[in-house]
């Protein structure tokens, strides 16, 4: 496997040795391929978001590395990671400026790798952000000198989304991002994820609490608990893979049931 995101033995507590300790991973490791769409499963705490927010860099580990397309980034700082990862949060509020319009924000977004200054949006690049909005079949085309601000949910979601991804970033991280949005419209961001996926042939990883869509969506499933890897499942194993059977395989893994957790939908 040509690995795009290799995680060796990642280890991190909070509050060390005192009575509040927390130990948020354990010795987790993981190899992601170039390309590769992984959804990532868990009960509240099992690690997930701890595990992306390590991979941006919002904290250091205790010990352990992380590469990204064969550089170890353990110790970079996080803005500069930021050049190499886009990341969708679940408060479609996250990571927009409201105050400025799509086509601003799309601006900004798109010229984060080439320049450290403020952009000036020219022709050639309004008629691209225009041709991604109609992508996403939300008429957000006609509305680019909108203030992002002024959208719904689920318009926003989607417009971050194509912010996230507009400058083919390395990797891609997803953070329950449609948790926030009603069924039709999470449904509807969902579909413009794994067609922009596919389209751009992006490493993903997305974080969700809904078996179904963990098995509907990319070509490899893992689960978390307690800070580490329990589960991981591809190819035929995860094609005849039910949630019933998931939650199975996750008690006999973990060593404990479920009905005490805060866990899943199925």
């Known amino acids: 496997m040509n690995a795009q995101l290799v995680i060796t033995h990642l280890t991190k507590k909070f509050e060390a040795g005192t009575v509040n300790e927390k130990i948020a991973l354990q010795d987790f490791s993981l190899e992601v391929g170039k390309g590769e769409f992984i959804t990532i499963l868990g009960s509240n705490g099992a690690g997930k978001s701890t595990l992306f927010n390590a991979i941006l860099g919002k904290f250091l580990p205790d010990a352990g590395s992380i590469l990204l397309d064969g550089e170890d980034i353990t110790y970079r700082k996080d803005y500069k990671r ?35 200054h403020f952009f000036a949006v020219n022709r050639k690049d309004s008629a691209y952000f225009r041709e991604l909005l109609a992508t996403l079949e939300l008429g957000l085309e006609d509305r680019m000198k909108t203030k992002m601000g002024l959208l719904s949910g689920g318009q926003r979601q989607a417009a971050a989304l194509l912010m996230a991804t507009i400058a083919k970033p390395k990797l891609l991280l997803l953070d329950e991002h449609t948790a926030a949005l009603d069924p039709a419209t999470a449904q509807k961001v969902l579909k413009i994820t794994r067609e922009i996926i596919s389209r751009d042939n992006l490493t993903a990883l997305m974080i969700t609490h809904d078996m179904n869509q963990a098995l509907a969506f990319g070509s490899r499933t893992i689960m978390m608990d307690s800070g580490r890897l329990v589960l991981d499942v591809s190819g035929e194993e995860r094609a005849g893979m039910t949630p019933q059977k998931l939650v199975e395989l996750f008690a006999g893994t973990a060593g404990h049931g479920l009905s005490d957790r805060t866990m899943l939908s199925v």
């Not at 990862?85 to 601003?104: D, F, H, K, S, V």
Request: proline share 6%; charged share 15%.
């Open 82 to 116: 930021a050049l190499n990862i886009g990341c969708l949060y679940q408060n479609p509020l996250r990571g927009t400026a409201p105050n400025m319009t799509i086509e601003e924000n799309l601006a900004l977004a798109y010229t984060r790798k080439s320049t450290h």
